[in-house]
T-cell receptor, first 110, second 116 residues
Framework: RKEVEQDPGPFNVPEGATVAFNCTYS??????FFWYRQDCRKEPKLLMS???SGNEDGRFTAQLNRASQYISLLIRDSKLSDSATYLC???????????FGAGTRLFVKA | EAGVAQSPRYKIIEKRQSVAFWCNPI?????LYWYQQILGQGPKLLIQ????????DSQLPKDRFSAERLKGVDSTLKIQPAKLEDSAVYLC??????????????FGPGTRLTVL
């Protein structure tokens, strides 16, 4: 079993749609969780951190379920510019043992 | 604020040759990471430095890969000798904190290595 697993997609959605991605992790000692975005042939960039209480940033909402060991990302009102690969990232306390998932590809169509 | 700098951006070599990559993190960032990203996969951590000390190199193939961060600032990653399966993008990232907590990793543009 991979330490961090994501559905690779691709997810093909029309503009304005709501789309959700899940990510599961195997190490129960994991303490920090993030979603990064990676555009084609570019470097990853932080989209948002994921907190136990959940957090929202505009059209993006992230949730953490420690009991089931998964995190989720919800994108509302999808834009063409949201087309990218979304990487789930998990690390131990202190930023050690950072593990990236393989990513979920999203294509938003006009 | 200047971002993470990496060079070269592209490198093509033949198998069994050697290659070195350079990274200059954001000024003042204590933690520096090297990742390998193979096409279609997520980045895989090769080595993590905190200042000039190694805190994690468990996934670094030490028979052929080496890395150093002299003076706790810039860093070099070397592959000697290269294999076909080393073809990938090598990403450098940095983050500011010295201990405890976690924070954003800022990535450089990467070096795309092709081994023929």
């Amino acid at each position: 079993r991979k330490e961090v697993e994501q559905d690779p997609g691709p997810f093909n959605v029309p503009e304005g749609a709501t789309v959700a991605f899940n990510c599961t992790y195997s190490n129960s000692a994991s303490q920090s969780f993030f979603w990064y975005r990676q555009d084609c042939r570019k470097e990853p960039k932080l989209l948002m951190s994921v907190y136990s209480s959940g957090n929202e940033d505009g059209r993006f909402t992230a949730q953490l379920n420690r009991a089931s060991q998964y995190i989720s990302l919800l994108i509302r009102d999808s834009k063409l510019s949201d087309s990218a690969t979304y990487l789930c990232v998990v690390s131990l306390w202190g930023g050690f043992k950072t593990i990236f998932g393989a990513g979920t590809r999203l294509f938003v169509k006009a | 604020e200047a971002g993470v700098a990496q060079s070269p951006r592209y490198k093509i070599i033949e198998k069994r040759q050697s290659v070195a990559f350079w990274c200059n993190p954001i000024s003042g960032h204590a933690t520096l990471y090297w990742y390998q990203q193979i096409l279609g996969q997520g980045p895989k951590l090769l080595i993590q430095f905190q200042n000039n000390g190694v805190v994690d190199d468990s996934q670094l193939p030490k028979d052929r890969f080496s890395a150093e961060r002299l003076k706790g600032v810039d860093s070099t990653l070397k592959i000697q000798p290269a294999k076909l399966e080393d073809s990938a993008v090598y990403l450098c990232a940095s983050s500011p904190r010295t201990s405890g907590g976690t924070d954003t990793q800022y990535f450089g543009p990467g070096t795309r290595l092709t081994v023929l």
